[in-house]
Each structure stands twice: as C-alpha cells, then as structure tokens.
C-alpha cells in the first residue's frame, strides 16, 4: 500500500526546536507528536496543530505557546503542523520554518500543583 508523505512541520519544546519532518498517515502523527490520542487545534485557515490529547493528563513538563493570535493557550508538549486539502485530508503545511518560529512567543515548563 502506498502512503504519500506531506510535509509538516514538528514543534519540539524538550529539544527545543523547531525542524521539518514527513508524515504519511496518523501512526506518523502519533510517533511525531509522542502520544497515543492527539487531538487539534487550528493554526490558521490552511493548517492544523496537533498535539497530545492527554497531555496535561500525563505529566508532560514542557509545552509550545503560541502568540495569542494563533492559539491563546500553552499546548503540552510537541506540535506538528500539517496543512488542511480541500477534502479535510492531510497536505503539506503551507508554511516556512521562518513564519511557525514568529507565531512561537516561547517553549516552556509545565508546572503542576
């Protein structure tokens, strides 16, 4: 069976950068992002965000903030950025490395109480 790749772009606030990598389906997803469940946030109106679903749940230390006008809430730990095809399905992120770093305000510590 043939998987195309799409080009994203992966958000790491433990490695503390910010890197292109390819995805071809959801397991890419999961091995990218680190987790089991993700779930998404818009980017913007061509991109989608992905991130651990239970990321707050399961003790993740580190997270990716976004300028407010991009998302207004840290997400815990890593993001991946793909871009959004006209039929919902995966396509490259339509974004240089460049702009996702000016949309960054800064990775993070998660502090827990």
């Known amino acids: 069976m043939f998987v195309s790749m799409n080009k994203a ?10 890197s292109h990598v390819n995805v071809g389906d959801f397991h890419d997803i999961q091995k990218h992002i680190g987790c089991d ?7 913007d109106e061509r991109n ?12 993740t230390e580190r997270c990716v903030r976004f300028v407010d006008e991009v998302y207004p809430q840290a ?7 793909l871009g959004d095809g006209d039929c919902g399905e995966s396509a490259d992120c339509t974004h240089t490395l460049d702009y996702v ?5 800064h990775f993070c510590e998660l502090f827990y109480e």
Do not use: H, Q, W, Y
């Open 101 to 105: 770093k000016s949309k960054v305000k």
């Open 9 to 18: 772009i992966l958000l790491d606030p433990f490695a503390n950068t910010i």
């Open 37 to 43: 469940m993700f779930t998404t946030v818009r980017f």
């Open 48 to 59: 989608t965000a992905f991130c651990d679903d239970e990321g707050l749940l399961n003790g």
């Open 75 to 81: 997400l815990a730990g890593r993001v991946l950025i």
